[in-house]
């Protein structure tokens, strides 16, 4: 045991981005031994100026002596969980690098979409691989600062877990967690919608002309998964099928049944907007890329998900940021 109670658990963070930052943080905080691996610019930034960790909810948290490290091999070795919170696309890389120096850990993949957990299985078969539903977001607000603008606790697929929830962050064992992931899913259809649009998410949610643009791509979606027999679970208070019709209603009543789904701040924006600002690749692929394959193999269409999903790779091309568009610019583009 650790000279705090805590069991003598030993904890790597493979993908020191928002969400990565902040979860490892909050562990951190409640005194586990925790390494990241980091990319050299989050290192540099956090051996600078500290791990600073803030939220809608007041959360105003310093952290020094932060243990990250660039190379595989010495943020993995010996690590008895792994937290897997590298991009959709990177998974299969990481799977292989937990393969090679922490085969024996178990693994919790906090990625969104929702073939993530399969990818790390395949190269890790003898391992405890876990899926899960992170539901809040995290946004960087400077180069070592991260915040929480969302509500929301963390669901794992059912089986033993280390005690690992404090007073500012929750996880909870979920038995069925594809249909969770599937419901996130659809929620994070959205980002796509928040990226190209270059607005706080709280702003964009006050109006209508926005929420029915969600609105009418995750009604499409919905369809496509009904198609292949896919029943999504909830993420928020409000079943899926229902969280179409809220967003179309008048922004008054909107506003007073969102308020007891989730917690949204000023602050809050989608990973995909952060994504096109810092000129990296997006997740579309992982998100309307899969409504998409869905639909090919069901014979479905998915216009409105395609639409986004070519948006949101014009805007990687251009590599100049999101693109500020309106709602009327994304009904018009054919």
């Not at 899960?132 to 600062?145: D, E, I, W």
Request: hydrophobic share 45%; proline share 5%; net charge positive.
């Amino acid at each position: 045991m650790a000279s705090d109670g805590l069991p003598s658990l030993r904890i790597c963070v493979a993908g020191a981005g928002s969400i990565g930052c902040f979860v490892g943080g909050l562990l951190v905080a409640a005194g586990h031994d925790v390494c990241f691996l980091a990319r050299s610019k989050v290192i540099d930034a956090v051996t600078q100026d500290g791990l600073r960790l803030t939220d809608y909810d007041g959360l105003d948290l310093q952290l020094t002596d932060i243990a990250m490290r660039e190379d595989a091999q010495a943020a993995l070795s010996g690590a008895d969980l792994v937290l897997v919170c590298v991009k959709s696309g990177d998974t299969a890389a990481i799977a292989k690098q937990i393969a090679t120096h922490a085969s024996g850990a178990q693994v919790v993949s906090l990625q969104n979409g929702v073939a993530n957990a399969a990818t790390l299985r395949e190269a890790l078969p003898r391992a405890d691989v876990r899926a899960a539903m992170v539901p809040f977001n995290v946004v960087p607000r400077g180069p070592a600062t991260y915040h929480r603008g969302t509500s929301g606790d963390i669901l794992v697929e059912a089986g033993p877990l280390p005690a690992l929830s404090s007073p500012h962050l929750i996880w909870k064992s979920h038995s069925d967690i594809a249909a969770v992931q599937w419901g996130k899913l659809l929620i994070n259809l959205g980002n796509a919608v928040n990226a190209l649009s270059d607005l706080p998410l709280l702003e964009q949610l006050q109006s209508r002309a926005w929420r029915r643009l969600m609105a009418d791509q995750m009604s499409e979606a919905l369809r496509v998964l009904k198609a292949a027999g896919i029943t999504p679970g909830k993420v928020t208070a409000a079943h899926p099928a229902l969280i179409p019709h809220i967003l179309r209603l008048p922004t008054p009543l909107f506003r007073l049944i969102a308020a007891r789904m989730l917690t949204v701040d000023a602050q809050a924006r989608s990973s995909m907007w952060d994504d096109l600002r810092q000129g990296r690749r997006t997740e579309v692929d992982a998100l309307q890329g899969t409504i998409l394959a869905l639909a090919a193999r069901y014979g479905r269409q998915a216009p409105f998900n395609a639409r986004m999903h070519r948006l949101i790779k014009q805007a990687e091309a251009a590599g100049s940021g999101p693109p500020g568009l309106s709602p009327k610019d994304i009904r018009s583009q054919a």
